[in-house]
């Protein structure tokens, strides 16, 4: 057994019981920080098929921006653990079920599929200069629109969480009116 | 390393998603689940691209970079990833605001 392959099964033991506790967590900081955990055993199965660039880009981006973003908003927001909604427990065994039935489906028509070897260590198609040529020769047009759709979401971010102002007008002039008439009367 | 263990690893993290889909109601834990699931995809999209890259090296190219369409395309599905989890946490944080509560029920129906 080489260090690859007992490198594999660990990562993949640490991915699938963090996913677990992702799920299975009452406290949502608690599913975050798994998912940020689950997120680094990815970055590690990449590092494995050498893909470096993919495992820098998704600690930065999946690790650094976005789970950090979840616990901001985590945050802002008071969640008491009594409050927190819970489906009732026939509805959660449905889920399980389903979710595991379709498990049971896909392992039982891939089970006789005839494997391939996909090679890891070796290889430097995922290195930064490969897939920099790459993505800067062909794909470049679709990298210029990634950008537009990054202006769009940053810019349908800002106007969805606006606050909205004419509700709390409407409502500081009813106050006015209402301290107005309380000081005439 | 044989694919079929890739596909069975991203499938088993994919349906751990699914699974958190359908059982929790706090909408940013099942937002969470449905990161998890691009990241499956993502992991087996690349250890197909890894694949096809060695079968590629049989075959004896001079300059073998068959294989790396995956690995962009990975790329792409995170930076549209990192667009889609500002507008829904912005929209989470919207019906955090409105209702006080994280309780997915409430997205039922979408109008007040």
């Known amino acids: 057994m080489s260090i690859s392959e007992i490198l594999f099964y660990a990562l993949s033991a640490v991915s699938l019981v963090s996913a677990l506790m992702v799920i299975t967590s009452k406290n949502p900081v608690y599913s975050v920080l798994w998912l940020i955990i689950t997120f680094f055993t990815i970055s590690g199965h990449y590092l494995l098929l050498n893909a470096q660039f993919l495992a820098i880009v998704n600690i930065i981006v999946y690790a650094g921006a976005i789970m950090v973003l979840f616990l901001y908003v985590l945050m802002l927001m008071d969640l008491r653990k009594e409050s927190e909604p819970q489906k009732n427990k026939w509805l959660k065994l449905a889920g399980a079920v389903a979710g595991g039935s379709l498990l049971l489906v896909l392992v039982a028509a891939l089970r006789n599929a005839d494997t391939r070897m996909a090679e890891i260590n070796t290889g430097n198609i995922g290195l930064i200069e490969n897939l920099g040529r790459v993505l800067f020769t062909e794909y470049v047009v679709p990298f210029e629109i990634a950008s537009i759709l990054f202006l769009s979401a940053m810019v349908g971010a800002v106007v969805i969480g606006k606050r909205e102002k004419t509700i709390r007008t409407t409502t500081n002039t009813l106050q006015q009116e209402k301290t107005a008439e309380a000081v005439t009367a | ?112």
């Not at chain 2, 069975?8 to 998890?36: H, P, Q, Y």
């Not at chain 2, 006080?100 to 409430?106: A, C, G, H």
């Open chain 2, 1 to 112: 390393m044989p694919i079929n263990y890739y596909i069975f690893l991203s499938l088993a993290l994919f349906i751990i998603g699914i699974i958190g889909v359908l059982t929790r109601r706090n909408v940013i834990i099942v937002f969470m689940c449905i990161e998890l699931m691009l990241n499956a995809v993502n992991l087996l999209l690349v250890a197909f691209s890894k694949m096809h890259h060695l079968a590629a090296a049989g075959a004896g190219n001079a300059v073998n970079n068959v294989g790396s369409e995956g690995q962009l395309f990975v790329f792409f599905i995170m930076v549209v990833a990192a667009a889609e989890v500002s507008v829904g946490l912005a929209i989470i944080v919207m019906l955090y605001r409105n209702t006080r509560s994280v309780d997915i029920n409430f997205l039922n129906r979408l109008k007040h």
